[in-house]
Nanobody, 126 residues
Framework: QLQLVESGGGLVQPGGSLRLSCAAS????????IGWFRQAPGKEREGVSC????????NYVDSVKGRFTISRDNAKNTVYLQMNSLKPEDTAVYYCAADFALGPMCVIRQGLYNYWGQGTQVTVSS
């Protein structure tokens, strides 16, 4: 059974940090681009970042550039999202998703991603 499981969410004060993990089971992530997406209360799900299958390419939306870093450890079948300088507007459920890598570069576009995790809640509040 192909599965993605996110972890690492929680409650953090503004300016704090969290590291989210996305672990795969039932398949190897080596052949997949991985994206992180988020959905805030009352809003549509939006893209955050993506990393190519070999880790050579990363992309970020403007709102998180310079604060978030995506990385992957294919040996551990896991992708990470390091989130620093968190803001209240980062509060959302964060999802990871996998896109079979037909090309060398990832794209932050939800429709490309076939496998999704259940999400992990991130709350930024004082």
């Amino acid at each position: 059974q192909l599965q993605l499981v996110e972890s690492g969410g929680g409650l953090v004060q503004p300016g704090g940090s969290l590291r989210l993990s996305c672990a795969a089971s039932g398949f190897t992530l080596d052949y997949y681009h991985i994206g992180w997406f988020r959905q805030a209360p009352g809003k549509e799900r939006e893209g955050v970042s993506c990393i190519s299958s070999r880790g050579g390419t990363t992309n970020y939306v403007d709102s998180v550039k310079g604060r978030f870093t995506i990385s992957r450890d294919n040996a551990k079948n896991t992708v990470y999202l390091q989130m620093n300088s968190l803001k209240p507007e980062d509060t959302a459920v964060y999802y990871c998703a996998a896109d079979f890598a037909l090309g060398p570069m990832c794209v932050i576009r939800q429709g490309l991603y076939n496998y999704w995790g259940q999400g992990t809640q991130v709350t930024v509040s004082s």
